[in-house]
Every structure is written in C-alpha cells, then in structure tokens.
C-alpha cells in the first residue's frame, strides 16, 4: 500500500484516523472534518453502515474530497489495523467503531465485549506502538445507567445497565488506566445522549439495518410507509405528556463537537483524559418528538401504546456546561431542525442507502444501491480508495 502524501498547500494540516466513519454519527463528523481543513483516513467493516455515505462525503465536500480516503477493515484484524498506521502517519484518532443495539447487546453480550472492547485493546496498542497517543472516544450516556435526577453530570456514578453501556464504561476505564501508566496520552471521552437529525444537504443521514432500535429512524420509517406505526414504551410516567424524556442533540452539533475537541486535544498539553456530555442540556418527551416530526414531514404518524421497558428512566437529559466551558462548543440546533432535516434525509431517501440511484447531488447522480446492508464482507477493499479534487471516487 502506497505511503499516503499530504496534499501540497496543506503542509499544517493534522491527519485524523476516524473509526467508524461510515456510520451514521462517524460520517457526519467526517465531513466537518474535512471541510475544518484537517486530512481524514476511514476505517469501517461496514457491519451496519455503507461505503455509499463515505462517497457522499466526499461529493459534499467538494476540494476538500483529495483529503479523504477509506480502507475496509475491521479493528478486530489487527494486522490489517498494522497496515493502515505504517502507511500514514497519523496525528490523533476518532474512535466510533462500535455496536450500538441495547436489546441486541442484551441477547448477545460476547459479541459486544468482543467487538466494543477487543477492537478498542486493537487500536490503542496499534496506536501506541506508532506513537499516536491523541484519542477522542465515541463514549454514550449509556454509560450512567438510569439516574434518579437530571441534568446529568459528568460526576454522576457510572452504573450501566446493560452489556453495550458496560462496553463503553469498560473502554473508559483502558483510556483512564493507559493515561495514569503514560502521560503522554491525551484522550477526550465523549458522552452522547440522542443523536437525531442529518446533514441539511439530505445526503447523510440514520439508515440502521432491521429494525430501528431508536425513536427517530422509527418515526421515520411509519412517516415514508415502511412501518405502519409508532409503539410507545410506556405513557404513566411523571413527565409533561406521561412519555420519556430524553435529550436529542441534532448529529451536526454532535459532529462540530468532534472537532471541539480535537482542538483540545491539538492545544491544551494537560489535557490528560476528561470525559465530556454532547447534548443540548433539555429533555423532549417522546410525543413532543412526535408531533415535531408531524409538523415537518405533514404526515401523520400512527401510535401504538405499549408497556413501559425495563431499566428506561424516567427523565435523562444533560448538562453540558463542562463541555461549553471547556471546550467552547454548545449545540445550536433545536428540535424542529432535528426533525425538518431528519425528514429532508428521509423523503429523499425514503429506503435508506438502499434508495434508487436518483438522488441528484452537486450535479452528479446519487450513490444508490439494491441494499447495502447486505454488501458487508463484499463491498470495498483493504486499499485505499482514493478521491480526487471533484467528489468522484476513481
């Protein structure tokens, strides 16, 4: 595999590994990225994401394209992972490769271990041994369990309750451990609460493969006609309207706090390893959510109410005053822009990435594809795939 080249002019620029970046919140931060000017190198087994949101990537971001390029693999390969760091050398890592299903987590929690926290032990001795020691961990609110009250802190007791957050709490523990064994280490620890939304273009966005296992997709998927309603878990609780509150953040926001704290990482020399919240510091109930999402896409979303689930608090929303203070980000958008953007991405995609190749976008065809949730193992290579200056991948 070629040695990768830094693009003439761009001499400064960092070169960022991002982990997951097929994904939904991984590509999303991928084009911040690289419209934010930094080089940014792809890593995904597109076990639940598709190479088509690395090619609108690169189709958004225009010029900026030349500094992006994508190897499939997975973490768990770690000859593969080998590979990748001995051809580039790279400035810091965003590590959001990972399984994300609570109720699949559940049913099968060696395979999270396995591919949460193994993959993770992969890539920090990969990391250590080529001398990357820069780190920002795509961490979860999972991580606190069900508080009594909110906003959350990051203060609060860590208690998850289920195996994925116990993945995510376990590869918290590695970071703070290495850190205490080699100061060199610099790490920033993000805790997302809801990530909903996707990029204003409509060309990225949420397209998980089964059935949704959060509210917005699924409210998605009832408004385009592939679901034919909206199960309610649960309408006795405390709350304004009897639903469960929790804090959505719109996955720009989510991004841009990305590149918060890389900056952090890139300045501050006693950063060491600070665990941060991503949200908006407000709660929505589901039905608020609900009606939000009727009132952008016009459709009427059909409700079934079910029963509460185990271990769901009641309220759970942030409190993100560290993160404003320390790494001077703050969400800027609200719900109605959650929604109206998550509706653009829907209506034109109405099947996801599987959706008929008739997306026009920056004057060339959409990436549309029969169905790529079932192109893993097939789709993509361990080489680079390359982009020039105008969006096309060769």
């Not at 250590?128 to 959350?152: D, I």
Request: proline letters at 5%.
């Amino acid at each position: 595999m070629a040695v990768e080249k830094t693009v003439p002019g761009a001499a400064a620029a960092k070169t960022v590994l991002v982990t997951g970046g097929a994904g939904y919140i991984g590509s999303h931060a991928v084009l911040q990225l690289l419209l934010a000017g930094f080089r940014a190198v792809v890593v995904d087994n597109l076990n639940n994401s598709s190479e088509l949101a690395v090619r609108r990537v690169a189709a958004l971001a225009g010029d900026h394209s030349r500094n992006l390029s994508f190897h499939k693999i997975d973490l768990r390969d770690k000859e593969a992972l080998e590979n990748v760091f001995a051809s580039t050398r790279f400035d810091a890592v965003v590590h959001f490769a990972g399984l994300k299903a609570v109720g699949e987590s559940v049913q099968k929690p060696l395979l999270y271990y396995d591919n949460n926290v193994n993959g993770t032990v992969n890539l920090l001795e990969v990391m250590s041994s080529h001398g990357c020691k820069k780190l920002v961990f795509s961490s979860s609110a999972a991580v606190y369990g069900s508080p009594m009250n909110s906003p959350c802190t990051e203060e609060f007791p860590l208690t998850p309750n289920n195996p994925y957050g116990k993945t995510k709490l376990v590869v918290e523990d590695i970071c703070r451990d290495i850190y205490h064994t080699d100061p060199e280490w610099k790490i920033v620890l993000l805790r997302y609460f809801n990530p909903v939304g996707a990029h204003p273009s409509g060309y990225l966005g949420e397209d998980p493969c089964g059935i949704p296992n959060n509210l917005m997709p699924y409210v998605q998927q009832v408004a385009v006609g592939r679901r034919p309603a909206l199960t309610i878990l649960g309408n006795d609780y405390a709350t304004i309207d009897g639903t469960g509150v929790r804090d959505y953040i719109h996955v720009v926001d989510l991004a841009d706090g990305h590149i918060a704290a890389l900056q952090k990482l890139f300045g501050n020399s006693s950063i060491g390893c600070e665990a941060y919240n991503l949200g908006t510091g407000k709660g929505t109930s589901v039905l608020e959510i609900v009606h939000a999402f009727e009132k952008a896409s016009g459709k009427k979303i059909p409700l079934i109410i079910g029963p509460r689930r185990p271990g769901d608090a009641e309220i759970l929303f942030s409190s993100t005053a560290k993160a404003e203070r320390d790494l001077n980000w703050k969400a800027k958008y609200g719900i109605d822009e959650m929604c109206r953007d998550q509706w653009n991405w829907a209506s034109k995609n109405p099947n996801g990435y599987g959706s008929a190749d008739s997306i026009k976008q920056n004057g060339h065809r959409g990436y549309g594809s029969a169905d790529p949730c079932k192109q893993n193992g097939q789709y993509g290579s361990t080489e680079s795939v390359k982009h020039n200056g105008n969006g096309h991948l060769h």
